[in-house]
């Protein structure tokens, strides 16, 4: 994002008070300290997607009815999700409320995953933070959530090592699918959306740590992006 995005716009006070009133107002503003107001312009981060593939209300539609069938097939096990950060922040709550009803409830984790070397490249390494006591893992039933799934080697080194760890089964869901670019085998097993082979953003998804807040999955402006393949 731009560093001019935010411009700090400050703003004097507008009173509407009577005569009276005013100079009671001011005879105060004598003894106290002048406090400055500071206003921002918010910054329209809608303005920097180019077109919107998945649109809130979609996702949302979507999302329920994943929730009732992950309801369903686990609804005699206590399964573990297990989101993975920072991507599938917004999907793993979303989907965990969606998860109804779930007679023998459900526990919650994170664990932390990159294999982007630059912002919209995959380095092709997966660097796996995990924050789990493994004697919680063993012989649980684990949801992994992921928020895209491109090459697949992100799920499947973690997928690897729960299971090395002793969890019973993995499953993974994703919120998209691009399967243009698999170099593994590993697929994924609940899908959100099949995904085009574009860099996306938003509902968790992040271009330099940015628009992961946006309630849709887009495209942002090529000009905004520095994507060697995709430069014109
Ligand atoms: P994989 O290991 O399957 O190649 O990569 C999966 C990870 O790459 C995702 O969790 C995500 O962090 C990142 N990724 C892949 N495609 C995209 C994309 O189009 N947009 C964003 N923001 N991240 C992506
Ligand atoms: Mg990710």
Redesign the pocket.
């Known amino acids: 994002m731009k560093a001019s995005a935010t411009m700090p716009v400050t703003h004097r006070r507008v009173s509407s008070v009577g005569k009276t009133q005013v100079s009671r107002v001011r005879s105060r503003a004598v003894q106290t300290a002048p406090v400055a107001t500071t206003t921002s312009v918010a910054y329209d981060i809608h303005g920097d997607v180019d077109k919107i593939l998945f649109e809130e209300e979609k996702i949302k539609q979507r999302i329920s009815v994943l929730g009732k069938q992950l309801a369903a097939e686990y609804a005699d096990k206590t399964p573990i999700v297990l989101g ?1 950060l920072k ?1 599938s922040f917004v999907f793993t709550s979303d989907l965990v409320r969606a998860m109804v009803p779930c007679p023998k409830g459900l526990t919650l984790n994170f664990l932390r ?4 070397g630059s912002a ?1 490249k ?1 380095s092709g390494h ?1 660097k796996l933070t995990v924050d789990i006591n493994l004697d919680d893992i063993k012989g649980r039933n684990i949801i992994l959530m ?10 499947s080194t973690v997928k690897k090592a729960l299971l090395v760890s002793g969890a019973k089964t993995v499953k993974v869901c994703t919120l998209l699918n ?1 399967n243009n ?1 698999r170099v593994s085998r590993y697929e994924p097993d609940y899908v959100g959306f099949e ?1 085009p082979d ?4 938003g509902y968790g ?3 330099e740590d940015q628009y992961r807040s946006l309630p849709y999955v887009g495209v942002l402006k090529p000009s905004l992006v520095n994507i060697p393949e995709f430069a014109s």
């Open positions: 993975i991507g995953a990159s294999s982007y919209t995959s997966v992921e928020d895209i799934v491109e090459t697949g080697l992100t799920i691009k670019n995904c574009e860099f996306v953003v998804l992040d271009y």
